[in-house]
T-cell receptor
Framework: GAVVSQHPSRVICKSGTSVKIECRSL??????MFWYRQFPKKSLMLMAT?????????EQGVEKDKFLINHASLTLSTLTVTSAHPEDSSFYIC??????????????FGPGTRLTVT | KQEVTQIPAALSVPEGENLVLNCSFT??????LQWFRQDPGKGLTSLLL?????REQTSGRLNASLDKSSGRSTLYIAASQPGDSATYLC??????????????FGAGTQVVVTP
């Protein structure tokens, strides 16, 4: 159980275009999902917290107009990178918390999406 | 702000040796700490989750300890195997109510186990 999927696993897009990444909790409901970014050989950096039915909370330094987050249902959150530039190329990982498990606080991570902007 | 540090950054051991990976955090108001494994180009696999009220967790060859007072957690991997080669990340979850579930990750320890 507790599986999180991401789609696509890899995407290449041209500068100036937008790309959408989906994060789904497959066998549980997630009121809260998190989006991370990882640079090569670096750790994960939290970008934003996505809450079902409300606006996302962005970390300091993350442009909310560039990284649009929508959490329309209890099993789906999307991250849209708008007007992508080569410096947006990175590995994006989402995680989700099971709404029925508020005690342990465990997060379940997706397999990640490799974005390359040419 | 919680700072999480992992030492060493890289580690190479021969097969069969025990691995000791260290994680330190600056804020003792930690709710829990989780250890992950990441293979190259892949997502994270959760290994062990230790709640702040616990001192250690064990799963097979893996044992993780947590000492809140000293701000440290240690992951032990017994009798290492080449398949244990990966990057190991620790992440501390903050206790403040306005950051429910927010993790602060360390930079990771890259482990290579040679046959």
């Amino acid at each position: 159980g507790a599986v999180v999927s991401q789609h696509p696993s890899r995407v290449i897009c041209k500068s100036g275009t937008s790309v959408k990444i989906e994060c789904r909790s497959l066998d549980f409901q997630a009121t809260t999902m998190f989006w991370y970014r990882q640079f090569p050989k670096k750790s994960l950096m939290l970008m934003a917290t996505s809450n079902e039915g409300s606006k996302a909370t962005y970390e300091q330094g993350v442009e909310k107009d560039k990284f649009l987050i929508n959490h329309a249902s209890l099993t789906l959150s999307t991250l849209t990178v708008t007007s992508a530039h080569p410096e947006d190329s990175s590995f994006y990982i989402c995680s989700a918390r099971d709404r029925q498990d508020r005690a342990s606080g465990e997060q379940y991570f997706g397999p990640g999406t490799r974005l390359t902007v040419t | 702000k919680q700072e999480v540090t992992q030492i060493p950054a890289a580690l190479s051991v021969p097969e069969g040796e025990n691995l000791v990976l260290n994680c330190s955090f600056t804020d003792s108001a930690i709710y829990n700490l989780q250890w992950f494994r990441q293979d190259p180009g892949k997502g994270l696999t959760s290994l062990l989750l230790i709640q702040s009220s616990q001192r250690e967790q064990t799963s097979g060859r893996l044992n993780a300890s947590l000492d809140k007072s000293s701000g440290r957690s240690t992951l032990y991997i017994a009798a290492s195997q080449p398949g244990d080669s990966a990057t190991y990340l620790c992440a501390g979850r903050l206790m403040t109510t306005d950051s429910w579930g927010k993790f602060q990750f360390g930079a990771g320890t890259q482990v290579v186990v040679t046959p």
